[in-house]
């Protein structure tokens, strides 16, 4: 089993009695944004500087799936099953259709371009929440260098049916990683602005349904 570093015991806590670290895949400049796929047991991963995703199974081991990938980030599947993605490239949230075929969701925000969207998560409702720091277009490294066009860094609400998109947060600094709890009722956000910030964060801050700004609660 490869070593591994555990900063807090209770990372303990969410592993089954004889559960084992096991390494799937080498070769990225980074890994992020995981996303499982129970049909076919394989999980696909960006490799965000290299331009590229990758997927692992069991039964074909670690391929390129899709080259370039536009600086895909995080990634989930939406209610139906279908592949959601944060692009740095894009600006946006984007959807991999069955057929292979990609459809923009949404890359503006009152007419004014999207950051860099990183990370997503899909509400029971179906709604898309989502974190919109500039790391994609700070350097042409994870995505191509511009100027911010919103001039903050916000979290965000879209709903595909209504194709409404709304601030949730504007309290990060820059937003990144984000969960609900299970019952829905806390919205977990990780602010990483240590990576660039002269005066950095690097908190989760817990927000409940009274901390949900511009949104019908």
């Not at 015991?9 to 944004?33: H, M, N, V, Y």
């Not at 903050?152 to 949730?168: M, N, T, W």
Request: net charge negative.
């Amino acid at each position: 089993m490869p070593e591994f570093i555990e900063f807090d015991q209770r990372f303990r806590e969410l592993l089954k009695p004889g559960e084992k670290l096991e390494r799937l895949a080498t070769g990225a400049i980074w890994s992020e944004g995981p996303v499982y796929f129970h049909e076919d047991d394989s999980v696909l991963w960006s490799d965000i500087p290299n331009n590229r995703l990758l997927r692992w199974s069991a039964k074909e081991g670690m391929s390129v799936w899709r080259q370039p990938s536009n600086f895909e980030n995080g990634h989930c599947r939406d209610l139906e099953g279908r592949l959601l993605s944060c692009e740095h490239g894009g600006r946006c949230i984007s959807r991999t259709e069955p057929d292979g075929r990609k459809i923009v969701l949404v890359d503006r925000y009152q007419g004014k371009r999207l950051n860099s969207p990183n990370d997503l998560v899909v509400k029971s409702d179906g709604t898309i929440w989502f974190t919109d720091p500039p790391y994609g277009i700070i350097s042409d490294r994870e995505g191509y260098k511009a100027e911010s066009e919103l001039g903050d860094c916000y979290v965000f609400r879209f709903d595909p049916a209504s194709e409404e998109l709304s601030i949730v947060t504007d309290e990060m600094d820059e937003p990144n990683g984000l969960a609900f709890s299970p019952d829905e009722k806390i919205l977990y956000i990780a602010d990483t602005s240590s990576a660039f910030n002269p005066r950095p964060k690097h908190h989760i801050t817990a927000f409940g349904r009274a901390g949900w700004t511009g949104i019908a609660q």
